[in-house]
């Protein structure tokens, strides 16, 4: 019987968009022989994937998982019991009147902070490294991008840098770390090039099969350093 390889992330992880069911994931555990469960869900917030990953990992059975690799998503993404809205929110992002209604009130009212979003979603890397490495369990956890907002990549580095639990991330679990470009490290997306993506349609800037194929030959590498 086939180990699982589990993964878990946004839309540059979901096999369904715009790659038919054909992503990094499925690519890589073809080429580690493994059978896949892709678990990532377009638009998906970092909390949503928290818990996905703490849900699904309780409930397979150890043996049977031989990766688990996590790719996070943007930290403006806010994840309710249905829904995943986009703060603040981009005329490109698929938005309905309701989620940018709730958005406007959020700013409206000064909930709105990058800076806590950030932190928390270091906060679920270390919850989830932890998590893994108590079930003796391999895996890799890296982001697929960051932002599309320079500012917001400027307050990233500063924010991540001044934060002491973000040293308390394993590098030798990581992919890019320290994730930003601008200090050393890379997303998903500072892999790729024109020529491995789809383009700026109205999802967003996604791989296409091309770019699928190079993340996952990158993916293996790490895996197999």
């Known amino acids: 019987m086939k180990k699982l390889l589990i993964a878990f992330g946004c839309s540059w992880t979901d096999g369904d968009v715009n ?23 377009a638009g ?3 909390e949503r994937i928290h818990n996905l990953i703490i849900e699904k990992i309780s409930m397979t059975p150890k ?15 806010w994840d309710f019991h249905n829904d995943t809205i ?3 929110c981009s005329p490109k992002q698929i938005q309905s009147e309701q989620r940018v209604e709730i958005a406007n009130v959020i700013m409206k ?3 709105q902070s990058y800076e806590h979003q950030l932190k928390k979603t270091i906060i679920y890397m270390v919850s989830i490294q932890n998590f893994l490495k ?25 924010y ?13 679990n990581s992919i890019g770390f320290p994730y930003c470009n601008l200090v050393g490290g890379s997303t998903l997306r500072d892999l790729l090039d024109n020529e491995h993506l789809l383009g700026d349609d109205l ?17 293996k590498e790490i895996i197999n350093d």
């Open 63 to 77: 043996e049977q998982i031989g990766y688990v690799v996590i790719m996070w998503s943007s930290f403006n993404r």
């Open 203 to 219: 999802l967003g800037v996604h791989p296409n099969d091309k770019g699928h194929e190079l993340i996952s030959d990158y993916i």
């Open 19 to 41: 790659c038919f069911g054909n992503a990094w994931p499925e690519k890589l555990s073809n080429s580690l022989e493994m059978e896949c469960i892709n678990l990532g869900k």
């Open 134 to 158: 108590s079930k003796n369990i391999s895996f890799l956890q890296g982001f697929s991008f960051f932002t599309n907002y320079p500012q917001e990549t400027k307050d990233s580095i500063k």
């Open 86 to 88: 986009f703060i603040p």
């Open 160 to 172: 991540l840098l001044e934060y002491d639990l973000f040293y308390e991330l394993d590098t030798s």
């Open 109 to 111: 009212h000064g909930y």
């Open 44 to 46: 998906s917030g970092n």
